[in-house]
């Protein structure tokens, strides 16, 4: 019994935390999930996960994943080739402190003026679009346009890839220049480096990387609701229209059930991610 | 290496460095980071020329200006100081008396990366008391949520650079309490983690649109976006203000930081690292 004692006294320094915790994550998430399963009356039912895996909803699913997909990988390479260059960069420690804080800065940047940021850039009469007729290549003509997936993943890619170089850096930190030149003495070549050296060791923070640039994409709300009004159906967007109110009353456990749909997407792809790198530890033996 | 010695055919000889360059050359460096470059400067220039300089004298004056601003800067500071008061000696403990618990610690705390903002603003709307509902204090006590990750990740580098265990005990032998302790003798070891996690958690609150929309509070970022319909050149002019004006803030912070970690035998600040160098690549 005094040992008993002794443990929960000990674990009293964590109770804080743990109470902070379950009121402001555990219990909302709970309230989704059993929301998910209930109607306006407090009963069970199906209805609503039913309604959210059919028709609007599910294209709605559908176009999150291919939209996140796309957003974390094409990103994940960019930004890794980036932070590589920064990282390497010799005497460069004003430009890394000038380059890391501005990544900072614009990976949390999103929303309207991020919209306005592309409209006046590579919208119908953006600057880049007027150079671009002017020199005889009108996108607009040609079938691009802003507001479209590919508009989309044009955009996110700024604010995704600041958030790549700032979780990737830590990792290229693992890199020392010595394994590099004990490699180069043995005679190898670039393509050898990445192949026996430096893929290894990045590979399990690059994967980990990709993972959370695919859990800021799946989330990211305010910048599509800008730029595209609605014309995208993602399904962050449906979920915030549950909450303004813009959908027929009695209905609005549709979208804690989508909720629960996004947290299981997020959980699929972490088991993807865990398989992976187990796939990717056996590979590089 | 016996795939290395294989890939080099018989005869002739191994071409070391081939085609193109990517070492020993800056070329390949300096073309990613001028390509990076152009892509984030262009809108923004872009934008500057739609805005117009005149917008930015106007913006002060804004209706809603002011009070959204005073806002986001009261939820900075109440998210900061909830922040560090309860990640601080939660962390601290762990590593000292529990450090069975810290995989379980870095578990929990990595979950606000993965669960949209908009799916656990639903959970919250749906369970929040009302008097907690009605105040902005709901927003900031999500906020602390939302930046646990950063701030544990900051503070578990920042220990385990340190060692934790003998300092600590060093201190208690000379009659120093708990509270001692962490005030007097682990705060000063952890500045420059504390720095960057502040940094994280002020970069975080001021830019979040999501939570603060849903729950209907005009932070800045909401009055920026329902500004936004009504002028829309302010709205830009606004907004490039308030990138430059945090960017700057980051960069005086990391450069401080620096300086002072330098001092103490510390290395260059960065956002997301602050080990020392002995410490990494282990």
Partial sequence: ?285 | MAAIAQEAPEGIAPPRRQGIVFRGSTVWRWVVLLVATVYFLLPLWAALRFAGIGAFGSVVSESGFTSSLALSVRLAVITTLITIVLMLPTTVYVHLRLPKLRRLLEGITILPVVIPPVVLIVGVLAIAPGFIKATSLLLALEYVILAMPFAYRAIDAGLRALDLKTIVEASSSLGAGWVSTLWRVVLPNLRTALLSAVVLTVALVLGEFTMASLALFETFPVWIYVNSQTSGQVSVAASLLALFVTWLFLLAITMVGTRQSRKTGGREVTLFTVARQETRGD
């Fill in chain 1, 1 to 285: 019994m005094p040992k008993l004692l002794r443990g929960l006294r000990r674990a009293a320094g964590v109770v804080p935390f743990g109470v902070y915790v379950t009121l402001g994550l555990f219990a909302p998430m709970a309230a989704v999930a059993i929301g998910a399963f209930e109607d306006n009356n407090g009963n069970f039912t199906f209805s609503n996960v039913k309604a959210a895996t059919h028709g609007i909803y599910l294209h709605g699913f559908w176009q999150s994943i291919v939209l996140s997909v796309l957003t974390s990988v094409i990103p994940g390479i960019l930004g890794l080739m980036i932070a590589y260059a920064l990282y390497t960069a010799k005497r460069g420690r004003v430009l890394r402190q000038v380059a890391i804080t501005a990544a900072g800065v614009f990976a949390n940047f999103g929303g309207v003026p991020l919209a306005f940021l592309f409209i006046a850039t590579i919208g119908s009469s953006g600057l880049v679009s007027q150079w671009l007729t002017t020199l005889g290549f009108d996108p607009y003509a040609h079938g691009f346009t802003l507001y479209s997936l590919t508009g989309v993943v044009i955009v996110y890619l700024y604010f995704q890839i600041p958030l790549m170089v700032l979780v990737i850096l830590p990792a290229l930190e693992g890199l020392r220049p010595a394994w590099r030149e004990a490699a180069e003495n043995l005679g190898a070549r670039t393509w050898d480096y990445w192949r026996h050296v430096g893929g290894p060791v990045l590979l399990p923070s690059f994967l980990g990387c990709v993972l959370l640039l695919f859990g800021s994409a799946l989330s990211a709300y305010a910048t599509t609701e800008a730029l595209t009004n609605g014309t995208i159906p993602l399904t962050a967007i449906q979920i915030g229209s549950f909450l303004n109110g813009n959908v027929i009353a009695g209905q609005e456990n549709i979208g804690k059930a989508l909720g629960l749909g996004m947290v299981v997407i997020i959980a699929v792809a972490m088991l993807i991610y865990v398989v992976l790198q187990r796939r990717a530890a056996k590979w590089l033996r």
